[in-house]
Nanobody, 128 residues
């Protein structure tokens, strides 16, 4: 079994920044070189893919966050990060990390159904 634990969320003013972390534990071999994604879900809205980090170290982003968010991975710490900058009210949501069993993320990386493991989420609230 694999456990993913997010942290780093909080309340910030518009224009602010946060660094979200997603630490993996358990059978980490299942995820350490696999596709890892960050998603978010606001009340009343569907879960949205934000960014993904492929096993081949490729990164991809949703258009809404390009240039503002950066996904990275620390293999030694089994942790994936999401640096979120220039936040605005549209970024307010619960942020979740996820891991797939495949090494490549592929063009369907934003589809939550392709991910096998999920964290419990960390809340990001942006005030204007």
């Amino acid at each position: 079994q694999v456990q993913l634990v997010e942290s780093g969320g909080g309340s910030v003013q518009a224009g602010g920044s946060l660094r979200l972390s997603c630490a993996a534990s358990g059978y980490i071999y299942f995820v350490v070189y696999r596709c890892r994604g960050w998603f978010r879900q606001a009340p009343g809205r569907e879960r949205e893919g934000v960014a993904a980090f492929g096993g081949e170290e490729t990164t991809t982003y949703a258009d809404s966050v390009k240039g503002r968010f950066t996904i990275s991975k620390d293999y030694a710490k089994n942790t994936v990060y999401l640096q979120v900058n220039s936040l605005n009210s549209e970024d307010t949501a619960m942020y979740y990390c996820a891991a797939a069993e495949s090494s490549t993320c592929g063009s369907n990386w934003p589809d939550p159904r392709r991910y096998n493991f999920w964290g419990q989420g960390t809340q990001v609230t942006v005030s204007s």
